[in-house]
């Protein structure tokens, strides 16, 4: 590296005059560590990105090349692949998952926010209690509490077949439920950093309590709501545990409501496509995708998201 | 401001404690409670045995099993991700040739943390599936491919990944580390960010050098941040049902060849569903629970160290 790059990297800082002897202290190893290094990160990117482009390559090519050897390279770019994984099922577990979605995401942002904002901004007896009992069900692992909530789901569909087992409302309220410790522990954060002097101009103004929350507060945690927001689309679009347990089909010939992720397993483990590996990527490719998409649109606000969450 | 303030409060709060509680909570204590029937699981019938599932669970052979692969996750899961996530972090963040006094990290950081962090936000069944795919038995597998061009595996006599009872934990280990390397990556990042860059421009400035900034200055300051990640790791490991269940070879969640990939989670969700044995595997969940919490604090405490304040 060149003393010209150096000191255009910092403009200004220091003067403009590097000294020979300090170049020197400066670089010590740093050619060795830095091809070292490099190296390392190279071949890191590498084996993340193989395997991804490897199965969307793989959604191009037929039966026999996949069967083959690992290396082959599609002889045509196709989309047969992707309209039979399609009409396999796949199309069928992605609206499934795009309903739920709609309704928890919204349900968990909604009663999440609810519940951080009043946690966040009044005082009263019993605060910090419900504030800690929603941080501590972050810690425990999911399958702790499924074996009951499986039969917890199953007598709710015996109140309203609506709710039960195998239902879209029944999994929207358990992903919900499921999500809130996230969301309040992360907007209630939010609406602490908010200035309270808008908060009170509002209260002087008439305002109840309920308008303030929803026309003054909501709209000024927006970029916290999108983060968080996107982080519940993600967890939510990617679950897979839950799913499983609540989502078989009770009895022979019920509708197969299965989540996209839950769907794919079956599809593969059931050797649903062991005659068409070719569909089973191009289902992988498909339900990556939407994934890839909001990733790289979001992908500040979901590494920013992720990591203040635990950080604090 | 006072006016209607209860009402209010008790408005707001209201829903989402009775779905937390009723779906999360609830269903918690009950692991406790079923834990001590022999139920079953398929009828509401159970009788009260005491402490029969656990100290059943003492002689079971499979779980002693699954509690030792556990417990192998549970210490290698955290010691590679953190070690390579913090090499990485490291090298992002200061370990670029600075200029004149200043310390950035290398050429594209940007980039690497976009790629490293994209098997973060994929499904752990997508993973399972793409994983199933990669580590295939014959040639067609990108692992038994890639090694196969490289000349160090013949390609009449592959690599039995998955099928193999020696191999098919560290595959398992192999995926977890593979796309968790990237979340503790941006994690650590965050947190080196933070650190005051005068602290590396005085060190630099006294002759130190690179490794040694890392050792004498980064890893220090960032020791909170590396608790952190190790308690999440720790808990990732404990769980990992969801690729053990599905991409190692056996009927009903995985566990083989013969138990040999066989966890914790795995074995209580076939003793529920397919066993028939909920009391026994909530019994199990009760263990896992201890098991989590007492790892968690004697973790935290073994690793406690005065909070540096910069």
Known sequence: MTTLDKTASVPGQRGTRPKPGKDQRFADGGGVLNVFSHGFLAIWAVLIVLPLAWVVLGSFKTDAQINGSAWSW???????????????????????????????????MLLGSMAAYVLARYEFKGNRFIYYLFVAGAMFPVYLALVPLFFMVRNL?????????????????????????????????FFRTLPSAVHEAAMLDGCSHTRTFFQIMIPMAKPGLISVGIFNVLGQWNQYILPVTLMQPTTAGEADHSMLAQGLVNLALQSGYKSDAPALFAGMTIAMLPVLVVYLSFQRQVQAGLTSATLK | MRHGKYPFIVGFLFLPIVLYVGLVLWPYAQTFGYSLTNWSGASQEMDFVGLDNYTRLLDDEVFAGALWHNLLLLILLPVVTILIALFFAFMLNVGGRGGTGGVQGVKGAGFYKVVFFFPQ???????????????????????????????????????????????????????????????????????????PKDIYEAALLDGAKRGQTFFKITLPLLWETVQTAWVYLAIVAMDAFALVASITPGAYFGGGPDHHSELISTYLMRSFLRNGEAGYACAMGVVIFFFTLILTVVSLWATKRDKIEY
């Open chain 1, 157 to 189: 569909g015996e109140i309203s077949p609506y709710l039960g087992l195998n239902s879209y409302a029944g999994l929207i309220l358990v992903y919900v439920a499921y999500s809130l410790p996230f969301t309040v522990f992360f907007m209630y954060s």
């Open chain 2, 121 to 195: 936000v994929l499904s752990i069944a997508i993973l399972a599936v793409l994983w199933g795919a990669v580590y295939r038995t014959d040639g067609s597998g990108l692992a038994n491919g890639v090694l196969i061009k490289l000349g160090l595996v013949s390609a009449s006599d592959p690599v039995q990944w998955l099928s193999d009872p020696d191999l098919v934990l560290w595959c398992v280990l192999a995926v977890l580390v593979w796309s968790g390397v990237g979340f503790y990556l941006v994690l650590f990042s965050a947190a080196m960010q933070g650190i």
């Open chain 1, 74 to 108: 599609p002889a045509a770019f196709h989309f047969d692949a992707f309209s039979r994984a399609w009409s396999k099922g796949i199309g069928g577990f992605f609206l499934n998952t795009v309903i739920v979605l709609l309704g928890s995401v919204t349900l968990t």
